[in-house]
């Protein structure tokens, strides 16, 4: 069974900086598409920022030249580096992962709050 783990969220003052962590464990074969979704309370999930196994990277709008997604294939995970962090950004983030054989995956969350 893969399972993925989030971790490094966190309370952050405004214009703070966070990185999250996602790791997957079990019997992991090859691991696709990756990214990052958020969903603060009332509002939907939505995307924050992707990433293929090639490398190619897509960003939110409202995240572009402040968050940095990247992945480690070697270490079956994946990494968002959060800079200049707003009120705005204070969500429950979820990594989500396409695994050969095993079809999408989503982690359990871990709370972000951007506050003064």
């Known amino acids: 069974q893969v399972q993925l783990v989030e971790s490094g969220g966190g309370l952050v003052q405004p214009g703070g900086s966070l990185r999250l962590s996602c790791a997957a464990s079990?019997?992991?074969?090859?691991?696709?598409?990756m990214g990052w979704y958020r969903q603060a309370p009332g509002r939907q999930r939505e995307l924050v920022a992707a990433?293929?196994?090639?490398?190619?990277?897509n960003y939110a709008d409202s995240v572009k030249g402040r968050f940095t997604i990247s992945r480690d294939d070697a270490k079956n995970t994946l990494y968002l580096q959060m800079n200049s962090l707003k009120p705005e950004d204070t969500a429950v983030y979820y990594c989500?992962?396409?695994?050969?054989?095993?079809?999408?995956?989503w982690g359990q969350g871990t709370q972000v709050t951007v506050s003064s």
């Open positions: 989500n992962a396409d695994i050969q054989y095993t079809g999408s995956r």
């Open positions: 990433i293929t196994r090639g490398g190619i990277t």
């Open positions: 079990g019997t992991v074969f090859i691991i696709y598409d």
